[in-house]
């Protein structure tokens, strides 16, 4: 009980933290599945074609995407880079300092991301950049204030503003409340296929960022399976055993 009480005094500043961080729109489940091996596929060929330029998976290799049924020489004809190895990790050409001198910060390393920010957070920030004007992109997001990456798939989205109402403190004063996003030119993409668009990146990043845990879970459900069959024969050979006793 100790130790409960002990777990749970340590456990309450996270959640405190997450239920305060500031508020996060949209804030949408991500509703992935990374067993989806279509979806993985399509998010594979998304990260490379859109944010490889910028962000590394280097503490991956190109062969990683072979688990998910990209034949090897798809792999090598549209994914991998020219010249580049099965067994090479996914980094980027562009150097680390003029990154950070283009952008003001340089584009994170995206291998764990999904385990560091979770997957919903990434879903929500990809679709929450919007306009404003006093950025050196000409964007910002109202998942990540400030942020210094470019809005790359403003050609799917389009671009959108962020709406917000005034609301009455109760103590004299207003604050600002997002009311949501207004679409000022439309993307190539409808919302609905953007939002799965984004899925699919979002599966692929997360399926990288822990590649055993989907086969954990296969594994998890056939040792249940076995258990409840074992259980069903136990019981059989008890009454086997026991039917001659009384
Ligand atoms: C033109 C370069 C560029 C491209 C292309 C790009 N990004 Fe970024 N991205 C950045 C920069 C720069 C940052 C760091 C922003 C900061 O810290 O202010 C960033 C930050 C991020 C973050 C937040 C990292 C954190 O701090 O947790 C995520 C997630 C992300 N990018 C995902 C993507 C995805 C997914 C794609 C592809 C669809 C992509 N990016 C394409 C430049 C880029």
Redesign the pocket.
Known sequence: MKKLILALALLAPLTAFAAGGGAIHPNDPANIDTGNEAALQRGAN??V???????SMQYERWQRMEEFGVPEDLLKSNLMHAGAKKGDLLKVA?ARGD??N???????D?TL?AR??GSD??YN??RAFYVDESRPFGVNNTV?D?????H??WEQQGMQKAVYTEEDDGHGGTHKVFAGFEKVSEGSMTDVEYDAM?RD??TF?TYMAEPTKAKSHRTGIMVLLFLALLLVFSYMLKKEYWKDVH
């Open positions: 998304h990260f074609s859109y944010c490889l330029n910028c962000h562009m990154a950070a283009w952008f003001g910060a340089p584009p994170p995206l991301e560091l920010r957070w990434i920030y990809m990540f400030n942020v210094g990456m470019p790359v798939l984004i990146l979002v990043m």
